[in-house]
C-alpha cells in the first residue's frame, strides 16, 4: 500500500521509495516547470508510427555503435534530420487545444528535415569539392536546414537559443561595420551558410557528433537501466544505508538523486522521479518545505557532475579537448564528491540544529537483503567502468556493449523470477519484448531535445570559428578582467550562469566552452581546469534564480515559495560554486600533474575547508555558532580551499581555534544544564 501522507510504498512496514515510471501528477508537474516535457500525445496509428519511428532510429545508432557509422558528413546530416522530424512531430508550433494529431505543416517540415542529408547522400563528394564555394542548391539546403534548427529548438526550449543563434548570424554577415576589436570582413550569406552546412565546423560540428554517438548511447542506457529497476534499486539502497541517521530522510535524497543524476543527466527529471517521494518524507520528518525542495533540487544537480557518465558532459570535454574518456571522469570525482559531502554536511547540521531524527531501522529495507534481491544491478555499472578504463575499447563501443549485457541481464533475472513462480514463459518473452521496445522508444524521445540544441550550438560555434570570434572575446575578457584571474574568473562565472539560465546546460556548456575557456587559459589556468570551471557554472543556473527550473520544480512537489527554494538551493550549493575556484587555484584536485601523497593531502585539505565551510553556513556545530566564530570559520575553510602549505596552516590554526572554543562552549551549557 502507499502512505497517503509521505507518499512512500509500505509494505510489512518496510518502506521503500516509489519505481522508475513517471506517475501522471510528476509529468504534470514536470510540465509546469520543463518547457521540454510538453509533447503531443498520439493515438492510435499515429502513435504506431511515431513508436515504430523511435525505435528504428534507436536501432541504427546500435547499429553505428557496433560496425561503425557511414561518412561523417552521412551520418551526423542524418542523426539530425532524424531529431529534427520527431521535433516538429513532438513540440506544437504554440499553445494548440488539440495535443493529438500533426497538422499539415508540420509533416511539411518533417518532409523537409530530411532534404538536407537526402541532398548529401547523393551529392556528397560534390557537396564536399565545393566546401567554401557554394552553388545555388548547396545554399538553398544549407538555409532550409539553418531554418529548421532554429524553429525546432525555438519550440523546444524557447526563444533563447535560437535568438543567441541569429544574433551570431547576424554578426558574421555584418561584423565589417563593428568597430574595435569585434571587427571582421563580413561574409555574404552564401558562404557564411555554406561553412555551417558543407564541413563539421558548423550545425554538423563537434556537438552533433557528440550527440549522434555519445549522448543517445547513454540515455538508451539509461532508459534501460530505468526498466531493469535501476532507479528503485538506487532508491531503496540510499533508504538502507541512510534512512536512519539524523535527518534520514534528506540524506537518502541527497544519496538517491545523486546516484540516479549521475546516469539519466537530467536535473529536473530526476527531482520530479525522486522528489514526489523524498520531498514528503523529509517535510514529515520535520524540515520545512522551502528546505526540503532546495535538498533534492541541489542533489538531482549534482548528478551532472558526478562520474561516470555526468550527463553526457564528460564525453563532451574529451571530444573538445582531445583526451580520453577517464581523464575527464577521474578528474571529476574529487570535485564531485566534495559537493556531496558540502550537501550532506549542511544536511546534518540542519537535523541537529532541529533536533530531528531519522526513519525508525524496522521500517527500512535492510541493505544485506537488498543487495542479495538486487544487487545484481549493480555489475552493468561497474562493467561500463571497466569498459572505459580498462578495456581499450572506445567509448562508443564501451556504450553498446553495455546496453547489450543490460538487456541480457534483466532478461536473465526476470526469466529466473518466472521460473521461480511458475509463471508463462510466453508471457515472460512478450515482457521482455515490450521492455526492449519501451526502452528505445524512451531512449530516443529523451534524446531530440539535447540533438536539437547541440544542432543549433552549431550555428554558434560555427560563427565563431568563421569569423574568429573566439579569439577577440578571450581577449576582451581579460581586458575587462584587467588581466587579474580573480576578476576573470568572476566575470566568466557571471555569463555562465546567465547564460545557463536560459539554455540547457550542455548547449550553454559549450558555448562558453568556445569563448570562456581560451581565455582562462591564456591566463595560465589548465585547459582541463578552464573547462570543468565553465561547465560547472552552466550547470548550477538550474538552481540559480529568477530562472532556477530544478528548484522551481522542487518547489512544485514541496508547496514551498518558489524563490525562497531557489535561494536555499544556492546556500546549500555553496561548497559547489566555490569548488570550481578551488580547482582553479589549486588544478591537483582535478589530479593534474600530481603525486599520490600531494593527490591525498590536497583533498585531506579540501574536505576539512568544506566541514568548515558547512558549519559556517549553518551556524550549527555541537551548539549554535556565534557570528564573531563564524566568520573566521569561514575565512579559514577559504584557507584551506586554497592549496598552499603556508594557507593550509592558517586554516588548520583557524579550525583549531574553533574547535576549542566550540567545545569550551558545549561543555559549559552541559555542565549547567546537569546543574
Known sequence: MEDKDTGLHVAEGVISIGGDELTEEQQNVLEQVDRESKTRKFLGVLQKVFLAACFLIALYHLYTAAFGPPLTLKHRSLHVAMM????????????????????????????????????????????????????????????????????????????????????????????????????????????????????????????????????????????????????????????????????????????????????????????????????????????????????????????????????????????????????????????????????????????????????????????????????????????????LFFSGKTVIFSAFFTILCTLGLHFVSCLVRTLKNKGSLLAWFKQMCTDFFNAMVEGVRNTVSVAVACACVGIVVGVISKTGMGLNMAAAIIKIGDRSLLLTLFFTMITCVILGMGVPSIPAYLITASIAAPALQQLGVPELAAHFFVFYFAMFANLTPPVALAAFAAAGLSGGDPMKTGFTAVKLALTGFLIPFMFVYCPQLLLIDVGLAEGLWVSFAAVVGVFMLAISIEGYWLRPMPLWLRIPCFIGALFLIHSDWKTDIVGFVVLAVVVLFTVLMHNKEKKASVA
Not at 529497476?229 to 538506487?234: K, L, S, V
Not at 520530479?272 to 524540515?287: D, R, S
Request: charged letters at 10%.
Open 84 to 387: 529534427l522530424s520527431l521535433a516538429f512531430a513532438l513540440y506544437p508550433i504554440g499553445k494548440i487545444k488539440n495535443m493529438k494529431k500533426i497538422p499539415w505543416y508540420d509533416w511539411i517540415l518533417i518532409a523537409l528535415a530530411f532534404a538536407a542529408p537526402l541532398y548529401i547522400w547523393t551529392n556528397y563528394m560534390g557537396v564536399v569539392e565545393r566546401a567554401g564555394n557554394a552553388n545555388l542548391m548547396d545554399t538553398i539546403m544549407a538555409t532550409i536546414l539553418i531554418l529548421l534548427v532554429l524553429e525546432s529548438s525555438r519550440r523546444i526550449s524557447g526563444w533563447v537559443l535560437p535568438t543567441l543563434a541569429i544574433l551570431f548570424l547576424l554578426y558574421g554577415l555584418f561584423g565589417r561595420y563593428i568597430p574595435g576589436m569585434f571587427r571582421h570582413r563580413g561574409y555574404v550569406w552564401k558562404d557564411l551558410v555554406n561553412h555551417l552546412f558543407a564541413n563539421t565546423e558548423g550545425i554538423y560540428g563537434t556537438s552533433v557528433n557528440v550527440a549522434s554517438s555519445y549522448i543517445i548511447l547513454f540515455i538508451i542506457f539509461g532508459s534501460v537501466m530505468s526498466k531493469c529497476g535501476m532507479g528503485q534499486f538506487f532508491n531503496d539502497l540510499a533508504l538502507a544505508l541512510a534512512g536512519a541517521s539524523k535527518g534520514g530522510p534528506a540524506k537518502v535524497s541527497v544519496v538517491a538523486s545523486g546516484l540516479l543524476g549521475s546516469i539519466n543527466g537530467s536535473a529536473v527529471a530526476n527531482v520530479v522521479t525522486t522528489g514526489t517521494f523524498t520531498i514528503p518524507l523529509m517535510k514529515k520528518t520535520g524540515y520545512t518545505k522551502e528546505f526540503s525542495g532546495a535538498v533534492e533540487a541541489t542533489a538531482s544537480v549534482g548528478g551532472q557532475i558526478l562520474p561516470p557518465v555526468m550527463g553526457a558532459a564528460a564525453f563532451i570535454m574529451a571530444e573538445l579537448m582531445g583526451v580520453r574518456y577517464s581523464i575527464i571522469a577521474l578528474s571529476g570525482a574529487i570535485p564531485a564528491l566534495l559537493y556531496y559531502l558540502g550537501i550532506m554536511l549542511q544536511v546534518h547540521q540542519e537535523a541537529c540544529k532541529l533536533g530531528l531524527k531519522g526513519i525508525s531501522k524496522e521500517n527500512l529495507p535492510a541493505v544485506g537483503q537488498l543487495m542479495k534481491e538486487r544487487g545484481y544491478l549493480i555489475l552493468p555499472i561497474l562493467l561500463l567502468i571497466c569498459m
